[in-house]
Nanobody, 126 residues
Framework: QVQLVESGGALVQAGGSLKLSCLVSRRTFGRFVVGWFRQASGKEREFVAAIKWSENIPFYEDSVKGRFTIARDNAKNTVFLQMNSLKPEDTAVYCC???????????????????WGQGTQVTVSS
């Protein structure tokens, strides 16, 4: 069982920055992946970013490339999502998710992740 706890969501003005954290209770070697997804009010959940833990390879949704950075800290068992140049359209509940056996072609699919956190609200005002 893997438990995930997000933190760092807040209200911020457009152009500002936030850093989200996802504390992972335990991780495994091999194909362990942690992803960030977001869901805006009235919209479907969408992929934001993910990282293959052992290889430290990041993946990004096109609209956040160059603005968001995903990184992991082995010692803290934590994945961070640094969000810069925030826009009102980034407003959503951000959730981290994890899976122990995910293949690369499935990394952007939320239905492929077995473990989910509760989410943290990010609100970007214009």
């Amino acid at each position: 069982q893997v438990q995930l706890v997000e933190s760092g969501g807040a209200l911020v003005q457009a152009g500002g920055s936030l850093k989200l954290s996802c504390l992972v209770s335990r991780r495994t070697f091999g194909r362990f992946v942690v992803g960030w997804f977001r869901q805006a009010s009235g919209k479907e959940r969408e992929f934001v970013a993910a990282i293959k833990w052992s290889e430290n390879i990041p993946f990004y949704e096109d609209s956040v490339k160059g603005r968001f950075t995903i990184a992991r800290d082995n010692a803290k068992n934590t994945v961070f999502l640094q969000m810069n140049s925030l826009k009102p359209e980034d407003t959503a509940v951000y959730c981290c998710a994890a899976d122990r056996t995910l293949i690369q072609s499935s990394i952007r699919r939320s239905d492929q992740y077995d473990y989910w956190g509760q989410g943290t609200q990010v609100t970007v005002s214009s």
